[in-house]
């Protein structure tokens, strides 16, 4: 099921976009062209680190699965990457094991890799692969989504875990190109879980223990509408006055939003009276120009006789 033109059978400068997007149409639907295009990359700027500083640089020899089914073949990588991301054991014969406990070759240091005791410190000093290695949608680089601290934010080194996704903190890390392979996994698993949460005998099993489920499609909770049913009567009234709030600086409809949630927990409503006195008075007392225009324009209507008025206003239709 191996697919065989895969990079590791070939020189990689040969793998090109065409093989490439072959590689991507086949399996795994989520092990797309711009996820491997990553791994690719990964790979590549990893030997070249390691024959530029002579550090010893490990592959990673993962062969995407070419099943017809992309959910068999995920599955089948997820258990294939499980096995490459697995920490590096001793043998069980080897006294540093049986004598002295110490199960995991390379464990000694948050700068080493625990499949490949590759020396990351070394490799992050040279080049930081891991700000240069991307999550193929979101462009997250690995050193953003696995190198802080959550809380602080400082920079702090990824420990691997001794089941990969669960298990015992290690001391030890992953190099880029594992990480890398180890946030593919990552995504994988979720993606499956959402699958199997959809599966009708995940269903069936939920509601034998008295679990009911109730779908709601996503456009109707996005519109759903969060007033009370009492509160209702009152949208009218608030649309008055949001309209003669634009009018007069006498009426404010003032809203007061959670800043936890963000919702608009407490809306108030305020007519000030002397605004509105103030407002009036306003209106009642133009201005002096004005008020001397209007004394002209009433003069003026005095003096002319009645005909010329109305041919005054014939003529001013007609022009
Ligand atoms: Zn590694």
Known sequence: MYNMVMWNTQPRQQMDENQLAFLASQGNEQLNQAALQEMLSA????QEVGNAQNIEVPKVNFYPN???DPRKARRKDIRQAYKLLQPA???IFNP???????????NKDTGTCVVDGCNCANLIQHDNLYMRICDDETSR?????????????????????D???NGKKMRGTYCPEHLHLFHLLVKWEAEE??????????????????????????????KKDMTPAML????PFFAELEKDAGKTKGISVLHYANPQTGQNDVTMVVFDLRIFQFEMQQMNMPTQEFQALLNQEALKVQNIPVEQKVEGAVMSAGM
């Open 43 to 46: 790979q590549q700027a990893m």
């Open 66 to 68: 070419s099943h017809a």
């Open 89 to 91: 054991k001793r043998s």
């Open 96 to 106: 540093m094991r049986t004598l002295f406990g110490k199960k995991y070759r390379y």
């Open 141 to 161: 680089s690995l050193w953003d989504m696995y190198w802080s601290n959550p809380v602080t934010g400082q920079p702090e080194a990824f420990i691997a875990q």
């Open 163 to 165: 089941k990969v996704t």
């Open 193 to 222: 879980d959402k699958q199997n949460e959809m599966n009708p005998n995940r269903l069936r099993d939920k509601v034998r223990r008295g679990v009911s489920i109730v779908t709601v499609p996503v456009s109707s909770v996005k």
């Open 232 to 235: 209702q009567k009152y949208e």
